[in-house]
């Protein structure tokens, strides 16, 4: 028993990589995902707080660093088992809930056991504070599938993710934060652009050129 | 549709890692686990050959070969996550199979349908290539936490591996190839030994000696 | 200019590894480190407030989300060069905050400089939330460098980060927290134990000989 | 002396990487490309079988599991080496062969001696089995660089393995399995497509496009 | 102290990564780049000696070889942080120099301890060899992102680094070497073509149609 | 035909990593090790240059720098397979001689085709600086053996890896420089020690004790 254990176990998510099975040609570990959603997060809370919404910062964080934790206790279910029946999803849930309340227990003292039960609950509700986790864990994937198809990554999967994700950050657009990110900086990333090998004969002859002139 | 997407299927299995979310000084690939437990297996049914049984070798070699590839659509469930209620381990294999199914109705031709059936069937079942496929899967993964304890990985998971390998090879211990393994293989594994440093120095010191006197 | 490329640079810090140029089992990104400083933290801020302290949840998250972030603008520069010289120190600290500055007004819109500004301030300052996060960051690398030393990385380097990890840990040994740590968490660390490869041969003959009775 | 070796033998195959020496986005390892010749080889095997051939599929599965084995005790000589003399590739061959019989002799007791010789015989003959083997490890090949070229891996070498790959093939075109891999697989290889960075913003704007309209 | 804590601290140089923070498809280390240096500035002086030119072979060596090892001492600074204002650039080569002269004078014994001051030293003077290495150390660099664009990383941090790099390069434009790389070898780097996947098409067709005719 | 060729070559020797097959905690490429083995040589020629030895500086980095280039043509052939017969050597050096030869030729342009023939040929030969390399590249060896048996590598090959490399410097025990590395650099490669994870319950209770007295 000890928070030794919990702490040691945030190093595991280091380890557990996102998307297995699939060629990436960056990975990203759980850790760094709950690290970008909780500064995506932080973004997004700023946005609705200058609109005038209140924002329960303590909440948004904490949903932000934990959503992903219970991943540690179940392993990587890939989504379509996931949702293939009610009944199934409905059972795995209550898994998940019952190993996240006993590894509680079994870890952390008494005292703080009603505190962190509240921390590893579900996050994505109803709340402000559940909504922009859910357009930040979003977001972060659309970053992550578009690095990949920037890249040229063959792989159709990234493709599907990406427009998944961006059918759900649309399910919010009625959000102020939704609204900035489909205005503000969805366009920025569309607009970047490659580097063509073709561009560096240009680029070399007029830097040789004009070197002549010195 | 098509067969080519079952062969690119192959090279996804290069890319799952097995017991992810622990460290590890080295990775292993389902598909190389499934090469390893097919020459695992052959060696089994050459001894069970030997003495006298009857081996079909192109159900075992199948069962081997096989044997973890649905994992590609279900990824990596928790082993305690999947025995946490009976009910739940029902529903999960029928998902299981019914993605199966309906992968091979959509990737295969109708004429290799009914074959391909058979080969993506659950192979651990009561016949002797079933029993040599449950041994040579244990055999691996007895290798695998036994390769990182040699190692000195910290993480007391692998002694645990280690521990419901073996017991489950126990299990069939009544087969001829599992009485050789555990009298003539498993003794040779345990012997193996660690060079220690402080050995350098007296190695050192007499090569060093010896060829003062060349 | 834009927010985008803010997002975009949440992932450069999944490709900063911490300590460059020494043998690590482990390798670990600013991007994992900044996420388990937030969850150490989140720890210690509820030990704090179970004690009575008032904890500002908002301002110790941000401090622990972004305490690494200006490694972006400087690179990892070591530290006996920062401290080689009071003169030095302070020059490093006013380019750091310069770039920092030049970084939020070309990047970010007029409405959220301010914010940012803030943010991005040094966090280790007096408040209990400053000090919170000071010792945050020590735990952690107190466990990177543990986790050297527990695999046998013969590096002397990892006993030195160690050492000086919890000597600034000891710096704050009046914090409640910082007691708590010290009684409940770092005993169970130093109480892990490795496997011996020894023990396999015992462990093994007891279960080879229990299953011969069953 | 002893099987254990042999098993430990085979984790080495997993260290063994295939094209040193130039660059590639995905690796492949020996026994990852063992594992994938020999379902190939099974598909391949299967429509002869339909064709009304007669395969020895026990001799097939032995062919794909040991055909680079032998890669442990040579290591990775380049084509052009071992074939730029009739001597000295007959030589490498004898080499190759008696090293193969000692490790034999020096790992596996006798009554298993000559079954493992067998096995580790060069594999591609005129049998069935050993041209189906033949077309299998290009085929793999075939795929290996596709799968660099697809990722637009500038290596001119990738172009040159494709086409010596599929001339190898085609070597073997009055094969029914080879007329299926011609007529069936291979044009859904080449009909896959890029996704262009252009599309996202296609998608794009039509998504949020829509999402306006519910 | 001791030669053996130099001897070790060459393979510290292999783990020290170029340019991190941004994604690469190839890393770089100093070690490598220390190679290539010391190979490229071996061809350069060859061009100058072909043409004329005195070189001094042993410094010239001596200059490739140790131009990055101060690296160990100060870490990866930042060019932007290094140059922000001449008095932090003064400082940081007065650190340096401090660090390199203690290292030596600890490490090393007494009668190698001048040697070492000399090749420790900054290499890039007006010399003909600290003018080789001035543009072998921007040779390879220009490699490094032009690997990168060629690959199609979409990271226009390579082309930035690409235009420093030659325009460096062209302020030894009066050298024979310089000239040598700009008109026999530069155009041949920028003629190196993609492989595109359409091509494939074409090319299997026509490899298939012509076996038809065998 | 081109330098460029030449210059890109270079790259790839930081991707032909040695030893492969075995498990490694560090791996090294030809690329540093050739590096490495410079460096090295630089500092045996010193202690030769200091006990009076005339020293051909550009002959010996030459050797170094170029002595395991021609793995690039050939591959990694295990010395077992090279050494099997004495036609066999004989044969495969002539191959390795006649590819070396064909790739000048068609790369480099007539005018260093002699210069670079003799940078080519087999460096370890009867000169002063030719047994230097030979020393320099077993030192290496005996320094990446021992990391390995450091880490507490299980594999008993980086013994005899040791054992071979330092029977091979003592061969050349009449050397200045191999007596040097005997008495001043090998005794204290052998005196470094681990850090036991015993000893951090004691550092730690000294210093937690200790503070309690500030």
Redesign the interface.
């Known amino acids: 028993m ?7 176990s ?8 996102r998307c ?4 990436k ?2 990975e ?2 759980v ?2 995902h ?3 959603v ?3 997060a ?2 997004l809370g ?1 946005v609705e707080e ?1 609109a005038g919404k209140d924002v329960d ?2 909440l948004l ?2 949903k932000a ?1 934990n959503h992903d934790y219970a ?8 989504t ?2 996931k949702y ?2 009610p ?2 999803k409905r ?2 849930n209550e ?2 809930e ?2 996240t309340r006993k590894f509680i227990e079994r870890e952390f ?1 008494k ?2 056991q009603k ?1 962190y039960l509240g ?1 590893f609950k579900e996050g994505k509700d109803e709340t402000l504070e559940g909504r922009i986790l859910a357009v930040a864990d979003k ?1 972060d994937l659309l ?1 992550e599938s ?2 990949e ?6 792989e ?1 999967l ?2 599907e993710i ?2 998944e994700a ?2 759900t950050i ?1 399910l919010f ?1 009625e959000m102020t934060c939704v609204q900035y990110f ?1 205005q ?3 366009p ?3 607009r ?4 063509e ?1 073709s ?3 240009e ?2 002859e007029k ?2 050129e004009a ?2 002139n010195d």
Chains 1, 2, 3, 4, 5, 6 share one sequence.
């Open positions: 000890g928070i030794h254990h919990y702490f040691k945030l190093s595991d998510l280091e380890m557990i990589y297995p099975g699939k060629f040609f960056q990203h570990s850790a760094s709950s690290f970008k909780a500064k995506i932080q973004f700023t200058l910062w303590r964080y904490e660093l991943e540690l206790f179940t392993g990587d279910i890939k379509p088992v293939s029946s009944e199934l059972l795995f898994v998940e019952e190993m003292p005292e703080f505190v921390r977001i970053y578009f690095g198809i920037q890249k040229e990554n063959p159709p990234f493709l990406y427009e961006l059918s649309l657009k489909l503000e900086i969805l920025d990333m569309l970047e652009r490659f580097i090998q561009e560096l004969v680029i070399t830097m040789v070197s002549k």
